[in-house]
């Protein structure tokens, strides 16, 4: 009994050395995307994955950089910190990775942010949200707009355009949601609002919402403004539909995406929310992107695939400039400015978050259309 | 081990296999000084985080045959309470690990009070409820565990005047932890409590009736287990630096237990080996990204199909002549 | 008040997913973790046949009511059983129906990929106001509809000879197959007609929510259970009411206290009628041999 123990431990030892040897071939830049590519957040996982890859594939049929094509290595991180920190450690140990893009979530990214930082690794996230994250260090950057820009435009917009003074939040109890919630009430008092409810719920367990809205009807909100992902928002839209509630709706970003009036349908017609990314922006980048994304995969890009497309670009980049030196590429990237992003124009502040344009979409009939620019 | 007859074998089998043990002890000891990468390192303090983990449920649900799936949660109120008094008052490793271990230990108690009289799976079902109790109160009471926005920036442990930082150090700690439950679980299991246990586990009701007081041991389970999960869930706070509800789950309450089965109940070196299994094979599998938890959830399946014993028998009761 | 209804609501579904649960549960006195996964297939399936477009909404939810019920039989036979027949403890069985449920809900996400579908509104009902208070209409319907299978289980079990050798299974295993009952084929019933009643409820919950996602199981599989104990094993008024008392108190919990409590609400509860009347509301107390 002891013996086959033993050798079971031996074997797995053995297994564990050679998987942390093993490296890949030479003349290769290899950068590696971390993302939830199972668990509940496994739909944005594959935008990220697509996302990197797209620009991958275009960079190297166009001959690649100074020659060398460059890969993108896909880690799934369950949108765990254990996962993203073992990950991590990884990463840090192959000296053929160059560069990381991820993670999804603040959580992971904050978990993940001290190994890299330790090792200088660059680690540039396409969508965290967490005001700390970049605080971590100066190997950590981020490619999305903040909450801190995001809340106060919409509650800028609320209040000064569509002259809705009682507003109501709904958000989701994670950290993102609860940075959302901050600093879009910072905002709405800043502009001379009043929060009359602010309710929260449990992410991925919550699905009947009437209790809460129910309450915030009866503190006589006129607009609610969700900081919720879209499938939640969708239900939520629906549910307010349905107890027969007349309370208009503001999104966040992240409710952009066309699976929410497929869910949500007449629920959310009218709906106002903010974006960086407009699918239907005209000018040649994104047009091109859309038009490559959908022949390649056969649908139509969401934000999440933009961003991480964006990030993959940001960090092709730097490479030119540098090559695939860590140290190099962490200065090459923190320099770059304006660059022609999908998602904007994108140039890095000192506290390397990304710095783009907000702008406000609506949804009629049935389609997200422009607004106005912020 | 046989108390009559085979003498002459029992005697050889055991040199070999304490030889066998010296080589396992060296190369254990010797892992971060072979020059292998500090993700390797990595794997095997993960390993013996969740073999601590594992033995400690062990002695609750193995042994006891009390079976727990909110094992998470004490190992998660073991690693806030550290997290927070080492953030918010500045106490040392020494004393906040500690302290992880005896608040999870209180609550284990608070909990095994009402649940002493309940049966096989409402008992189990109890557990599970306190576990998802526990953690909806460790995401909303905002106001002490910032909720959702976790605890960032848990310092590292200082023991004596050591600071552990590297790869190496925190491996050495979670050795010298694992070593000490191991001891400890087995030395009971070993023993007439461990007996009284496995009786319990067998049948409570005549158990009781051949005079063991049930309630004591229960409780001593309980404490016991509860404490260690707090030890090790202490450990994990300091190793990783910034913790959150998300990482005390359900989903980890049945990865532990799974370890207890898989190894066999009330086997230590079967949880041992369960361990080793269950952690490091996903990270070998992980060119199969998707198929990661339908295989784990299959092999559950299989593994009470085919051999519901564990890998390694679970400990059935002394064999009195 | 609207918040009572609200409660009653989600407390009809919970009811709906309990029923089946309480069968399993009552006659082989076996805790199918699964039954929140099958729950989340059934929904799936029928999403998928009617989703096709060729196939009426009627007969997509018989088919899947067949499928899903197949289903059930086939985990019990492949899994189940094998595991039963080793005589080990019960605990073993409590892990392999966790191991199923984990496998199912992610070959769930496999097939049918991790998004939130959306259900198509099939059924277009409205709903009406009364006393200042919104009942919709599909609450009554899922509501009628639990009563009646209720009442149509309950006939089942105590007028034919099949819901006889049931009784009989539940009550002694070993005397019945002296009876000359083929209890294998009995426990393949029960599963069978379990499970088909989770695809009942996981559909209907899809078309309430118009939306069906690979983890809508868990929790209602959870509180289901809850339900079936609150009102006692295999008693399945009980758990209908059960069911009710869940929905109606976690709503008022999550209005009146604070909503991120509103799951652990219901864990308390089974906590607490564990404690006090284990047999639940209405359940037989259970003897223990000596």
């Given amino acids: 009994m002891t013996k086959r123990l033993m050798i079971t431990l031996v074997s797995t030892l053995v297994l564990l050395c050679l998987c942390g040897m093993c490296t890949i071939g030479a003349g290769e830049i290899r950068i590696a995307v971390c993302a939830p590519i199972t668990g509940n957040y496994s739909q944005y996982g594959l935008s990220f994955k697509n996302g990197t890859q797209l620009m991958a594939k275009l960079v190297n049929e166009a001959g690649g950089?100074?020659?060398?094509?460059?890969?993108?290595?896909?880690?799934?991180?369950?949108?765990?910190?254990?996962?993203?920190?073992?990950?991590?450690?990884r990463l840090v140990?192959?000296?053929?990775?160059?560069?990381?893009?991820?993670?999804?979530?603040?959580?992971?990214?904050?978990?993940?942010?001290?190994?890299?930082?330790r090792a200088g690794l660059v680690l540039i996230s396409p969508t965290s949200s967490h005001p700390d994250f970049t605080k971590q260090g100066t190997y950590m950057f981020r490619n999305n707009v903040k909450e801190d820009v995001e809340g106060p435009c919409s509650a800028e917009f609320m209040i000064k355009q569509l002259k809705k003074k009682n507003i109501a939040i709904i958000y989701v109890n994670n950290d993102w949601g609860v940075t959302a919630r901050d600093y879009f009430m910072e905002g709405v008092k800043k502009f001379g609002g009043k929060i009359v409810a602010s309710e929260m719920f449990i992410d991925g367990q919550t699905k009947d919402f009437s209790p809460i809205l129910t309450k915030i009807n009866a503190a006589k909100a006129e607009i609610i403004y969700l900081a919720a992902m879209y499938t939640d928002s969708g239900m939520i839209a629906q549910q307010l539909n349905r107890l027969g509630y007349k309370i208009d709706l503001f999104g966040n970003s992240s409710i952009y995406n066309d699976m929410l009036i497929q869910l949500a349908g007449k629920a959310v017609e009218g709906t106002y929310l903010v974006a960086s990314y407009f699918d239907e922006d005209p000018t040649p980048v994104v047009r091109n992107f859309i038009a490559n994304y959908k022949k390649e995969y056969g649908v139509v890009p969401d934000q999440y695939a933009a961003l991480a497309y964006d990030t993959a670009g940001l960090v092709v980049e730097a490479l030119k400039i540098c090559g695939p030196d860590r140290a190099k590429l962490r200065d090459a990237l923190a320099g770059i400015k304006d660059y022609p992003g999908v998602t904007g124009n994108t140039t890095f502040d000192e506290n390397r978050d990304a710095q783009k344009g907000v702008i406000i979409l609506q949804i009629q009939n049935g389609k997200f259309v422009f607004h106005s620019r912020v | 081990m046989q108390v009559l007859g085979g003498n002459r074998k029992a005697s050889l089998s055991s040199r070999a296999s304490r030889i066998l043990f010296g080589i396992l002890g060296l190369v254990l000891l010797a892992v971060p000084y072979v020059g292998v990468s500090s993700y390797v390192v990595r794997m095997f303090t993960l390993t013996l985080m969740y073999?601590?983990?594992?033995?400690?449920?062990?002695?609750?649900?193995?042994?006891?045959?009390?079976?727990?799936?909110?094992?998470?949660?004490?190992?998660?109120?073991?690693?806030?309470?550290?997290?927070?008094?080492?953030?918010?008052?500045?106490?040392?490793?020494?004393?906040?690990?500690?302290?992880?271990?005896?608040?999870?230990?209180?609550?284990?108690?608070?909990?095994?009070?009402?649940?002493?009289?309940?049966?096989?799976?409402?008992?189990?079902?109890?557990?599970?409820?306190?576990?998802?109790?526990?953690?909806?109160?460790?995401?909303?009471?905002?106001?002490?565990?910032?909720?959702?926005?976790?605890?960032?920036?848990?310092?590292?442990?200082?023991?004596?005047?050591?600071?552990?930082?590297?790869?190496?150090?925190?491996?050495?700690?979670?050795?010298?932890?694992?070593?000490?439950?191991?001891?400890?679980?087995?030395?009971?299991?070993?023993?007439?409590?461990?007996?009284?246990?496995?009786?319990?586990?067998?049948?409570?009701?005549?158990?009781?009736?051949?005079?063991?007081?049930?309630?004591?041991?229960?409780?001593?389970?309980?404490?016991?287990?509860?404490?260690?999960?707090?030890?090790?869930?202490?450990?994990?706070?300091?190793?990783?630096?910034?913790?959150?509800?998300?990482?005390?789950?359900?989903?980890?309450?049945?990865?532990?237990?799974?370890?207890?089965?898989?190894?066999?109940?009330?086997?230590?070196?079967?949880?041992?080996?369960?361990?080793?299994?269950?952690?490091?094979?996903?990270?070998v599998m992980r060119g199969l990204l998707a198929y990661r938890m339908l295989i784990y959830g299959l092999i559950l399946v299989l593994a009470m199909m085919i051999r519901p014993q564990g890998l390694l028998g679970s400990q059935k009761r002394m064999q009195v002549s | 008040m609207q918040q009572i209804v609200n409660g009653l609501t989600i407390g009809t579904m919970y009811s709906l997913c309990a029923v089946g649960y309480s069968m399993v549960f009552g006659i082989l006195e076996f805790v199918n973790f699964a039954h929140g996964s099958i729950y989340t297939v059934g929904a799936f399936i029928t999403l998928t046949l009617v989703s096709s477009g060729r196939i009426g909404f009627g007969v997509s939810f018989l088919l899947s009511m067949i499928a899903t019920g197949l289903l059930g039989v086939a985990i019990d036979r492949f899994a189940y059983y094998p595991i039963r027949s080793k005589r080990a403890p019960k605990m073993n069985l409590l892990i392999g129906s966790i191991g199923m449920s984990i496998f199912l809900q992610n070959l769930a996400m496999l097939i049918w990929g991790s998004q939130t579908r959306n259900y198509p509104e099939v059924l277009r009902l409205g709903s009406t106001r009364l006393l200042g208070v919104t009942i919709s209409h599909y609450q009554v319907v899922i509501f009628l509809l639990t009563a009646f299978l209720i009442v149509a289980l309950q006939t089942f079990i105590k007028k034919t000879k099949t819901g006889k050798a049931m009784r009989a299974t539940a009550q002694n295993v070993d005397a019945t197959k002296l009876m000359g009952v083929n209890v294998n084929l009995i426990v393949q019933i029960v599963f069978f007609i379990g499970s088909a009643l989770a695809c009942v409820a996981g559909t209907l919950v899809g078309m309430y929510y118009q939306a069906a996602d690979p983890w809508m199981g868990f929790m209602p599989g959870l509180k289901a259970f809850t339900a079936a104990v609150l009102g006692g094993i295999g008693v399945f008024e009980g758990a209908m009411v059960g069911g009710l008392i869940i929905g109606i108190v976690e709503t008022l919990a999550a209005a009146y206290i604070h909503a991120g409590y509103r799951d652990g609400i219901a864990f308390a509860v089974l906590i607490i009628v564990l404690l006090v009347r284990p047999t639940g509301l209405w359940g037989k107390a259970l003897s223990r041999k000596v």
């Fill in chain 2, 51 to 283: 073999i601590s983990l594992g033995l400690s449920l062990n002695l609750l649900s193995g042994l006891a045959g009390q079976v727990s799936l909110g094992h998470a949660a004490f190992y998660g109120i073991g690693a806030y309470t550290s997290a927070l008094l080492s953030l918010r008052l500045g106490l040392p490793f020494m004393l906040t690990c500690l302290a992880g271990g005896i608040m999870a230990s209180l609550l284990g108690l608070l909990l095994c009070f009402p649940a002493m009289k309940l049966q096989g799976t409402y008992f189990t079902f109890v557990t599970l409820g306190f576990g998802e109790i526990v953690r909806l109160i460790i995401l909303n009471w905002a106001k002490l565990t910032r909720g959702p926005m976790g605890l960032p920036g848990i310092p590292q442990p200082v023991i004596l005047g050591i600071r552990i930082a590297s790869d190496g150090a925190y491996y050495y700690l979670i050795l010298v932890i694992a070593v000490i439950i191991y001891a400890v679980v087995s030395n009971i299991s070993n023993s007439a409590t461990g007996r009284a246990l496995v009786a319990i586990r067998e049948d409570t009701l005549v158990a009781e009736a051949m005079g063991v007081n049930v309630f004591k041991y229960k409780m001593i389970a309980f404490g016991l287990s509860t404490f260690f999960a707090g030890i090790v869930g202490a450990y994990f706070a300091h190793y990783i630096s910034f913790i959150d509800p998300s990482n005390f789950t359900f989903d980890e309450s049945s990865l532990i237990l799974s370890l207890v089965v898989l190894g066999g109940m009330g086997n230590l070196k079967g949880t041992i080996l369960a361990a080793c299994f269950l952690i490091a094979v996903p990270e």
């Fill in chain 1, 93 to 117: 140990s192959d000296r053929g990775v160059a560069a990381v893009i991820g993670h999804f979530a603040s959580g992971v990214c904050l978990a993940t942010a001290p190994v890299f930082q």
């Fill in chain 1, 65 to 89: 950089i100074n020659g060398a094509r460059i890969k993108m290595e896909i880690y799934d991180d369950k949108n765990e910190q254990k996962e993203g920190v073992n990950i991590a450690q």
